[in-house]
């Protein structure tokens, strides 16, 4: 936990300061000259419980300061701090009656009673925490959210979990309390990957998320990598949305959003080996696979001359739902049937995972706009030498559209697995070589072949 100080006065802080080390050695005391310094200390450091703010403070009124306070991350144990006469003109009776963790303490400094007052602000802290934290639920009742979802807001209008056991949970983030990025990625640090919200909160979120994500993939002066963030995150909330919920109007207008995203961000770059090389590639989960797959097709697609919205709205689906049925994260890069990683599944994993592609083609005929993108879901994890699955397809059977996807997703897998770098792209091209040189895969290859052979300028690489 942490505590701050607000205070212009530089020999208060030592003070202060030598007071936490003594007795409060694990407590971090952290020092803000301003109200405007403390209200940012409070956003971005996180886990802050108590605020002692001086009230002789010359930037701010502190009354007006601690309802700021409150406003921004809610009521938390407040002690003002200052000469009678100075509480007495500057602190406003109401509010200091108003919340019972709010309390006054009387200058000069006495370390005895110093130290008293600070630890019944702990003692409120502890036993809001020990009575709001730890609740025992039936875990029918809640739905995971992967962590990634959280850094869309910064507040949310429910309690968020941190699950413990199958039936405890802890609260991590309260309700309508701002909370930053770094909470978020104290979570992250902690190996934390998903948060649980109750689910009849649940669809609201997913709405509000894709009112964000629509919003920021509005922008029109976004640096195409930041555009890409928007859309890795906007298919996030769409496999989420399909696997939980379903489709919906907004669901629609967030796909559409995403796929219009795809030549934009394309036609950003001088060529697809710069495109992949900016690429922010962090985790290599299902989003960010999605819409490097979209991309690669999208860039391919247009080096073919393939210019019509249809088989880009074919493409784009494609890529976002292709692989959103999938038990499991990780099996998205088992490629071919004798795979190695299946064999350390059960028969049903097994059927599981043979099964995603036909899942996820049902869905996409759901999506009555763009036709014939089943096909080409359903066809993805199919082979030239007619060794894929599901149907064992050989290559003169297949489709261009769908080779090229095929393509696409074997490329984007192999650069997951490999990591992105210049000598990657390169090697995993050479390596498709003797794989893809097969009828309608032919043309597709060699297109892919001769766009990342071809010498970019020094200043794309
Ligand atoms: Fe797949």
Redesign the pocket.
């Known amino acids: 936990m942490k505590a701050l100080f607000i205070c212009d006065e530089r020999e208060d802080w030592i003070l202060l300061i030598n007071i936490f080390h003594a007795h409060f050695p694990k407590i971090e005391l952290i020092c803000a000259q301003t109200g405007q310094e403390a209200l940012e200390s409070l956003m971005y450091e996180g886990s802050i419980g108590v605020v002692i703010l001086e009230c002789a403070l010359k930037s701010d009124d502190p009354t007006e300061l601690a309802k700021k306070i409150f406003d921004q991350v809610g009521p938390r144990p407040l002690i003002f701090v200052g000469t009678s006469t100075i509480i007495k003109s500057r602190v406003k009776e109401e509010f200091f009656l108003e919340h019972e963790m709010v309390s006054i303490y009387q200058k000069p400094y006495d370390a005895i009673t110093f130290v008293e007052s600070i630890n019944e602000a702990l003692e409120w802290v502890k036993k809001e925490e020990f009575e709001n934290s730890i609740i025992e639920l039936n875990s029918d009742k809640f739905i995971p959210m992967r962590l990634r979802n959280f850094y869309l807001h910064n507040t949310v209008p429910f309690d968020v979990y941190v699950e413990l056991t199958k039936t405890k949970y802890m609260k991590a983030i309260s309700a309508d309390q701002v909370y930053t990025e770094r909470t978020i990625q104290n979570f992250q640090k902690r190996n934390i990957r998903f948060l649980f919200i109750e689910k009849n909160e649940h669809l609201n979120f997913l709405e509000s998320s894709i009112v964000k994500i629509a919003q920021n993939l509005a922008l029109n002066d976004d640096q195409p990598k930041k555009k890409i963030q928007s859309m890795i995150a906007g298919v996030l909330v769409i496999h989420q949305y399909l696997r939980d919920v379903g489709i919906s109007d907004s669901l629609h207008l967030i796909i559409d959003q995403v796929i219009k995203q795809f030549p934009k961000v394309v036609s950003s770059y001088s060529d697809l080996k710069s495109l992949l090389l900016d690429f922010p590639l962090e985790q290599g989960d299902l989003a960010e696979q999605a819409v490097l797959k979209g991309l690669t097709a999208e860039s391919m697609g247009s080096l073919l001359g393939w210019s019509s919205d249809l088989s880009r709205m074919k493409l784009g689906l494609a890529a976002i739902i292709?692989?959103c049925f999938?038990d499991r994260e990780s099996w998205?890069i088992?490629t071919y049937r004798d795979h190695p990683e299946l064999d350390d599944l059960s028969a049903h994993q097994v059927q599981s995972f043979l099964d995603?592609?036909k899942t996820a083609a049902e869905m996409a005929r759901q999506f009555t706009r763009y036709p014939e993108a089943d096909f080409i879901i359903e066809q993805?994890?199919e082979l030239p030498d007619g060794n894929g699955f599901p149907n064992g397809i050989q290559a003169s059977k297949i489709t261009k559209i769908s080779a090229l996807f095929i393509v696409a997703?074997s490329f984007v897998i192999q650069l997951i697995e490999s990591g992105l770098s210049l000598s990657t792209i390169k090697n995993t091209v050479d390596s498709f070589e003797s794989i893809y040189s097969l009828g309608n895969f032919k043309e597709i290859f060699t297109v892919l072949k001769k766009e990342i052979k071809k010498k970019s300028s020094p200043s794309n690489l």
């Open positions: 292709h692989d999938l998205s088992i995603h592609t993805h994890h997703n």
